[in-house]
């Protein structure tokens, strides 16, 4: 059964870190490029960085050199740093495959705010 759980989020003031991680129950994790999504109140789910197989990684503009993705295959897990907060950064973080995403976690929390 497929599962993905995110946990790391909470509550921090505005240029702090939080480092998020999510555990993937998906067969053959490895070979699948993996994402972390965020989704404000009121926007749309939208793609904040990725990590392909090969451990190459992508990132919007709005967190490029404040959030790092990275990922450990042999404990199917998924990680975001992320330092410099804003709270334009609030939102609830997902992770999920890039491609052909599968049923989505409950997500994480995470909230910027002084």
């Known amino acids: 059964q497929v599962q993905l759980v995110e946990s790391g989020g909470g509550l921090v003031q505005p240029g702090g870190s939080l480092r998020l991680s999510c555990t993937a129950s998906?067969?053959?994790?490895?070979?699948?490029?993996m994402g972390w999504y965020r989704q404000a109140p009121g926007k749309q789910r939208e793609l904040v960085a990725h990590?392909?197989?090969?451990?190459?990684?992508n990132y919007a503009d709005s967190v490029k050199g404040r959030f790092t993705i990275s990922r450990d295959n042999a404990k199917n897990t998924v990680n975001l740093q992320m330092n410099s907060l804003k709270p334009e950064d609030t939102a609830v973080y997902y992770c999920?495959?890039?491609?052909?995403?599968?049923?989505w976690g409950q997500g994480t929390q995470v909230t910027v705010s002084s």
């Open positions: 990590i392909t197989s090969g451990g190459s990684t």
């Open positions: 999920n495959r890039l491609v052909r995403v599968v049923p």
């Open positions: 998906i067969r053959d994790f490895r070979i699948y490029s």
